[in-house]
């Protein structure tokens, strides 16, 4: 897992009317800029020149689906105006950086891109499909994204879930 704590939020959780959640909300025990994110798999980093507080990690051979590309992408690791928590070794800009599983990329924040409305201490992950020329998709929609309980291996979506409160160890 990319870090610890409960997941709040699983793949495919509907929290408001028409929406699908996309990824893993996972929220850590510790308060902001504290709780350790890593890189799930080996893989190429990227930061785009704008991001403040993403990263999205290429994997060139998924794991599941040989032959195909996918992307990890991490979410809210900035405090609410844009302090990012990022190890500074990945600044914006950074592309196809290898990097190994298991390896520090940043800490949880509460970055929303609003300061006045953050939102909660925590790591929103999500398993990016890959574009028929190799880049990542929106990650906001959920036909981009791929159920994460495969890759994980134990229940991580809405359907397998329920009411249940899966936790990263």
């Given at each position: ?7 709040g ?18 929220f850590?025990p ?6 350790p ?11 785009e020149?704008?991001?403040e ?8 051979e ?23 928590f ?18 520090l ?20 992950f999500?398993?990016?499909r ?7 998709l929106n ?13 994980f291996?134990?229940?991580?979506n809405?359907k ?10």
């Amino acid at each position: 897992m990319p870090t610890s704590g409960l997941i709040g939020y699983v793949w495919d959780d509907s929290f408001r009317s028409l929406h699908h959640h996309s990824g893993l909300d996972i929220f850590g025990p510790t308060r902001i800029g504290e709780t350790p994110v890593y890189a799930a798999y080996d893989g190429y980093l990227h930061r785009e020149q704008d991001w403040e507080a993403s990263l999205i990690l290429r994997i060139p051979e998924d794991p599941l689906r040989p032959g195909e590309q996918i992307w990890l992408y991490y979410k809210h690791l900035a405090d609410a105006d844009g302090l990012s928590f990022i190890e500074p070794g990945f600044p914006p800009g950074t592309h196809d950086v290898f990097v190994a599983a298991g390896t520090l990329l940043g800490y949880q924040g509460n970055y929303s891109g609003d300061p006045i409305n953050p939102v909660g201490v925590h790591l929103h992950f999500s398993i990016v499909r890959s574009s028929s020329s190799g880049g990542y998709l929106n990650e906001t929609e959920i036909h981009n994204t791929l159920d994460p309980s495969p890759y994980f291996g134990f229940a991580l979506n809405q359907k397998s879930v329920g009411d249940r409160i899966p936790v990263c160890p």
